[in-house]
């Protein structure tokens, strides 16, 4: 089965950027979506970006033009290029995967621990 390990986060002042990582085990990497979700105490969990197995990304307009995902197959490794953070950002960020095409936190099926991202003033 899939686990997922997310790393990079931390705390970093508002407009600095960070990368996310998410390493994956499993054999299915390549043929999944993969996606980034993340919640903050008191509010559901919400997507930031996902990425088909063809790489084709998608953005909520949140984080369009300030988020890049990405993924490395040959590593089993997904990222999240974060630049001009804002303090809205702060949250605990979860790695995600799923066979599926929706992008509904009830369609993934695996999930890292989470990771903090927090941005301040």
């Known amino acids: 089965q899939v686990q997922l390990v997310e790393s990079g986060g931390g705390l970093v002042q508002a407009g600095d950027s960070l990368r996310l990582s998410c390493a994956a085990d499993?054999?299915?990497?390549?043929?999944?979506?993969m996606a980034w979700f993340r919640q903050a105490p008191g509010k559901e969990r919400q997507l930031v970006a996902a990425?088909?197995?063809?790489?084709?990304?998608y953005y909520p307009d949140s984080v369009k033009g300030r988020f890049t995902i990405s993924r490395d197959n040959a590593k089993n490794t997904m990222y999240l290029q974060m630049y001009s953070l804002k303090p809205e950002d702060t949250a605990v960020y979860y790695c995600?995967?799923?066979?599926?095409?929706?992008?509904?936190?009830?369609?993934?099926?695996?999930w890292g621990q989470g990771t903090q991202v927090t941005v301040s003033s």
């Open positions: 499993g054999r299915t990497f390549s043929s999944t979506t």
């Open positions: 990425i088909s197995p063809g790489n084709t990304p």
């Open positions: 995600a995967e799923t066979v599926s095409l929706e992008l509904t936190p009830t369609a993934f099926n695996y």
